[in-house]
């Protein structure tokens, strides 16, 4: 059975490895020696490349590798109205390593107006001929889950339930801004839902006071109060990540902890679940997806390192997976982004291109 509307048998969660051109254009732009309109010629230039890249491996769906982008979440944050971003204390901390010290705060009211991403997608929908578009934002409750708290103003905000209907209405607004300018394929990636999987990240939660079950609740809420009206033909996938940095991670435990309130209750079209190794845990928690009602495309292809899995181990899984939701309803992709920050993951852009290519194959023979 083929799947010919989004998500697909086999599709992809975002980001490419940054070719050099990107590189070296970026460092000249902080140099001052090419200006903005220089940079994104390169730009334009190399995503014109990302996107038949993925058409020659077989994929029926394209994005434009966040190949714009220095993160996949500050980027998009940093158009929104009401948020600043900050030079933090510290990096994020991922197993062994930081990223930069950056952070966002929200100083003023919540809003989505004349986003500067809404032109990167109206360029990747321009050049992406028969293949699908798909555009890749951070989740709503990203925002939040970092700072909690102490990254909201409290004179803004002083009552969060209104920070959170605005954050709701804000993420609305985006969606429909999206689908204005020809989106029909959005992607929300979310952290968060991983984090509340883990026994150490719960830990913390409840250390700055608050109740990561009570945060489960209050994010499905938000989601589901964003995608309120969203127009039949648009589809949206939420990607559940354990983070992914220079093929490091943060979070380990398997999503029985939020399975019954994300899958059970979020209003998505389709779950992108990472499945690559034993820190995703098995597969039971997926009998909490809703039968006929949204697809689960599930990430057995590691973009952590270059090494290839083995088709028929793959396939094993796709088979254990359908014992708890149907057959039809589940899809293949690599389990993140081949570069979730501009520093990319572990291994060369013709292993990227080889694990793509495994992806459609296998998806090939399995439908």
Request: some cysteine; charged content about 25%.
């Amino acid at each position: 059975m083929s799947r010919h509307t989004a998500p697909y048998r086999a599709d992809i969660v975002g980001s490419f490895l940054r070719p050099d051109s990107i590189k070296h254009a970026r460092q000249q732009f902080a140099e001052g020696a090419i200006d903005a309109q220089t940079l994104r010629a390169v730009e334009d230039e190399a995503i014109l490349h990302v996107v038949q890249h993925q058409c020659d491996c077989g994929l029926n769906v394209v994005t434009d590798g966040e190949f714009r982008r220095a993160w996949w979440h500050f980027d998009f944050f940093d158009g929104l109205q009401g948020v600043e971003r900050y030079d933090s204390d510290q990096g994020i901390q991922f197993s062994g390593v930081q990223t930069k010290a950056h952070g966002v705060r929200v100083t003023g009211k919540l809003g989505f107006g004349s986003h500067p991403m809404l032109d990167d997608f109206r360029y990747l929908k321009s050049i992406s001929g028969d293949a699908q578009p798909k555009m890749t934002i951070p989740s709503p409750s990203v925002l939040h889950f970092r700072g909690g708290r102490k990254d909201i103003d409290a004179t803004v905000y002083p009552d969060l339930a209104e920070y959170f209907d605005d954050l709701a209405t804000t993420w609305r607004d985006a969606i429909r801004a999206f689908y204005d300018a020809g989106c029909r394929y959005l992607q929300l990636d979310d952290t968060v839902w991983a984090y509340l999987c883990s026994d150490q990240q719960r830990q913390q939660v409840r250390e700055r006071g608050d109740d990561p079950d009570e945060l489960a609740k209050t994010y499905a809420r938000v989601l589901n109060k964003a995608l309120e009206g969203k127009p039949d033909d648009l589809t949206i996938g939420l990607h559940v990540c354990r983070g992914n940095f220079r093929s490091t991670w943060i979070s380990s435990g398997g999503y029985e902890p939020v399975a019954e309130v994300l899958f059970g209750s979020v209003n998505v079209d389709a779950f992108f679940l990472e499945y690559d190794n034993d820190r995703s845990g098995d597969f039971a928690p997926l009998r909490f997806v809703r039968p006929g009602k949204q697809q689960v495309v599930l990430g057995l292809i590691t973009t952590k390192n270059g090494e290839l899995e083995n088709p028929q181990g793959v396939k094993a899984r796709l088979a254990e997976a359908a014992q708890y939701v149907a057959k039809e309803q589940i899809c293949l992709s690599p389990q993140c982004g081949f570069a979730s920050t501009e520093e990319g993951n572990s291994l060369t852009e013709a292993q990227q291109w080889q694990k793509v290519r495994l992806v459609t194959e296998i998806a090939a023979d399995v439908w």
